[in-house]
């Protein structure tokens, strides 16, 4: 007997979501050309040195804006309740594989809630440190020291951003069937059960 699905993302939302994680990859193997010598042969990817510099911050408002439609329609999902200061003591239960001693959660646990919010805070403060370095257009309106420090601060958010979404890949893959939610846009009621019971409450009034 097939298994019943609940809607999880409109195809709208995993548009947005899969636009975000293309241009994320590109900004990155752009920066990261940049980043140190030996990863300069990454600017070919984008017609050279010149182009990857040119396009690397273009890429990145793109990236910026839109993550921005996916945070207008998910920040209020993302903010921290008691459920969620529940989960986080018994997180050590979630790494042991011990699922069945986890609180109940709504739509997005803690640990998705941080990668949320770490994800927001690090592309916001690669918006601002980028522009404070980006030539010929803004640089100029600020003094040497602070462009200095601004491309110190970018470089740090941004190993902050590759890492949540290393955790944010990881986690996916590491709960079988998640995958699912941003490919097909639904899960399997089991799944909801299982890993977000007081969502799955709400999607089936309880039934």
Same mark, same amino acid.
């Given at each position: 007997?097939?298994?019943?699905?609940?809607?999880?993302?409109?195809?709208?939302?995993?548009?947005?979501?899969?636009?975000?994680?293309?241009?994320?990859?590109?900004?990155?193997?752009?920066?990261?050309?940049?980043?140190?010598?030996?990863?300069?042969?990454?600017?070919?990817?984008?017609?050279?040195?010149?182009?990857?510099?040119?396009?690397?911050?273009?890429?990145?408002?793109?990236?910026?804006?839109?993550?921005?439609?996916?945070?207008?329609?998910?920040?209020?999902?993302?903010?921290?309740?008691?459920?969620?200061?529940?989960?986080?003591?018994?997180?050590?239960?979630?790494?042991? /594989?011990?699922?069945? =001693? %986890?609180?109940?959660?709504?739509?997005?646990? !803690?640990?998705?809630?941080?990668?949320?919010? @770490?994800?927001?805070?690090?592309?916001?403060?690669?918006?601002?440190?980028?522009?404070?370095?980006?030539?010929?257009?803004?640089?100029?309106?600020?003094?040497?020291?602070?462009?200095?420090?601004?491309?110190?601060?970018?470089?740090?958010?941004?190993?902050?951003?590759?890492?949540?979404?290393?955790?944010?890949?990881?986690?996916?893959?590491?709960?079988? /069937?998640?995958?699912? =939610? %941003?490919?097909?846009?639904?899960?399997?009621? !089991?799944?909801?059960?299982?890993?977000?019971? @007081?969502?799955?409450?709400?999607?089936?009034?309880?039934?």
């Amino acid at each position: 007997m097939a298994s019943k699905l609940l809607q999880r993302y409109s195809d709208g939302e995993r548009m947005n979501h899969w636009v975000i994680a293309l241009l994320f990859i590109a900004a990155g193997l752009s920066g990261l050309a940049f980043f140190h010598p030996s990863l300069f042969f990454l600017s070919h990817l984008f017609g050279g040195g010149v182009w990857a510099r040119i396009l690397h911050p273009f890429i990145g408002v793109a990236m910026v804006l839109a993550f921005l439609g996916m945070f207008v329609r998910l920040w209020r999902e993302n903010l921290l309740n008691d459920a969620d200061r529940e989960w986080v003591k018994h997180s050590g239960d979630m790494l042991r /594989g011990n699922k069945a =001693a %986890m609180p109940p959660v709504g739509k997005y646990n !803690a640990g998705q809630k941080g990668v949320f919010w @770490l994800m927001a805070i690090s592309l916001l403060a690669l918006l601002v440190t980028g522009i404070m370095f980006w030539q010929p257009w803004f640089a100029d309106s600020f003094p040497i020291l602070a462009r200095r420090i601004a491309v110190v601060v970018h470089a740090a958010s941004a190993v902050a951003l590759i890492l949540s979404v290393i955790m944010h890949v990881y986690a996916a893959i590491w709960v079988k /069937g998640t995958v699912r =939610a %941003m490919t097909r846009g639904t899960v399997t009621e !089991a799944w909801a059960r299982q890993n977000h019971a @007081l969502w799955h409450k709400e999607m089936t009034r309880g039934k």
